[in-house]
């Protein structure tokens, strides 16, 4: 029972993960999306520096050729069926369905740019890692600290503290999984507050673990 609503948050992350990209994939045009990313691009610049924002392209850009690379190149046709016979009668659906080539074509478009801006707010968060590993130990250390001093003092360890501070926890990351994939401008500041409050939580759910008799 506890395994499974351990598991629960993480499976509700990846449908709602799911059916956002998707969602925006299928309903978003690709101006909109370059748009976006360009603002929020402006936005890295703004508050943490030119250099930074050259250092998440250069790796987004990494990921990006990796991952769509043969997507970028290949065209339309180069989706349909190996099978002279079978591909023969998608293109000649095609040729007759102009509406749906132009959709598609539209859609594999905005797959790019959208995948790009993801990319580029996952390379944000990597680069925020480093800085943020001081602040997550300390909070660590002091979590663990606090719990020694309870321990020899007979403070008290709250149970439902630690509940909410490990459910905050989960929420976080949750909430922050999404936020890559939310296709509307998100500031860059977001993260890191993000990461500070998941900290927060982590030194909370510590220093109140239960004493063990």
């Given amino acids: 029972m506890a395994s499974s609503e351990r598991e629960w948050p993480l499976g509700v992350a990846i449908l709602?993960?799911?059916?956002?990209?998707?969602?925006?994939l299928a309903?978003?045009?690709?101006?909109?999306v370059r748009k976006s990313s360009a603002v929020e691009g402006q936005w890295i610049e703004e508050q943490f520096g030119h250099s930074t924002l050259t250092r998440i392209n250069a790796i987004a850009d990494g990921w990006y050729l990796k991952s769509f690379d043969r997507l970028d190149k290949n065209s339309l046709r180069d989706w349909m069926?190996?099978?002279?016979?079978?591909?023969?009668r998608e293109e000649r659906l095609a040729e007759q369905n102009n509406v749906v080539l132009t959709w598609a074509k539209e859609r594999k478009l905005t797959?790019?740019?959208?995948g790009f801006w993801v990319l580029r707010r996952i390379a944000l968060f990597k680069v925020l890692i480093p800085l943020w590993l001081p602040l997550?130990?300390?909070?660590?250390?002091?979590?663990?600290?606090?719990?020694a001093i309870k321990q020899t003092d007979f403070g008290y360890t709250s149970p439902?503290?630690?509940?909410?501070?490990r459910s905050g926890m989960t929420l976080i990351t949750v909430v922050t999984i999404l936020l890559f994939f939310a296709p509307v401008t998100i500031p860059p500041a977001v993260f890191p507050m993000l990461m500070a409050f998941w900290s927060i939580g982590a030194m909370l759910a510590i220093a109140n673990i239960q004493k063990r008799i």
Avoid: M, Y
């Fill in 136 to 147: 997550g130990l300390l909070a660590v250390f002091h979590g663990w600290n606090e719990r």
């Fill in 27 to 32: 309903t978003i045009s690709k101006e909109t």
């Fill in 160 to 165: 439902v503290v630690n509940h909410w501070a």
């Fill in 16 to 24: 709602l993960v799911c059916l956002l990209f998707f969602l925006s």
């Fill in 111 to 114: 797959l790019l740019e959208l």
């Fill in 81 to 88: 069926s190996e099978d002279p016979a079978q591909r023969k």
